[in-house]
């Protein structure tokens, strides 16, 4: 089994946990396991087209919201997932501790769309835009809007 379905596995697991935890959640739990596989997706492709590490990209985007799928609440969930996701990922037990970082820093730093990061951190951002906007999801912050409307530009879409 590849390290992204495996980690695709385990968080999908622990989503089933958060069941009934948070009596109001922002986002369903159904919209997170369709948006983490998606956004994983998005990430993979975007990674190939920009000569970054794939399966990397593709899982630091499968849990760039673990803070949103712990807490239940969309305020501050970038940075409310930072040190849940490293212990996650050391329990997934599949990725050294640079690979850790990498992703927990992509995951902290998500929500700062106008802010350049990390290779990874930028994929994130931008599988983060265009997977919500593909499902409908309107722009509730103009610069999630300039981010996607820049991707497109580049890609000519």
């Known amino acids: 089994m590849n390290r992204l379905l495996e980690l695709e596995v385990k968080l999908n697991q622990v989503i089933d946990q958060q069941e009934g935890k948070v009596s109001e959640r922002d986002e369903t739990l159904d919209w997170e396991r369709i948006h983490m596989a998606s956004s994983a ?24 919201d673990y803070g949103r799928i712990l807490t239940g609440k969309q305020k501050d ?64 912050r103009p610069e999630k809007e300039a981010r996607y409307n820049k991707w497109r530009a580049e890609n000519q879409f």
Request: aromatic residues 10%.
């Open 77 to 140: 969930h970038a940075e409310a997932g930072y040190e849940p996701v490293k212990r996650f990922l050391k329990e997934v037990g599949t990725f050294h501790e640079e690979e850790i970082e990498i992703i927990a820093h992509a995951v902290k730093n998500h929500s700062l769309k106008t802010e350049i990061g990390s290779p990874i951190e930028e994929i994130v951002k931008d599988a983060d835009v265009i997977d919500c906007y593909q499902y409908g999801y309107p722009f509730d």
């Open 41 to 64: 997706r998005c990430a993979w492709l975007l990674a190939m087209q920009r000569g970054i590490e794939p399966e990397l990209a593709a899982c630091a985007a499968a849990v760039h």
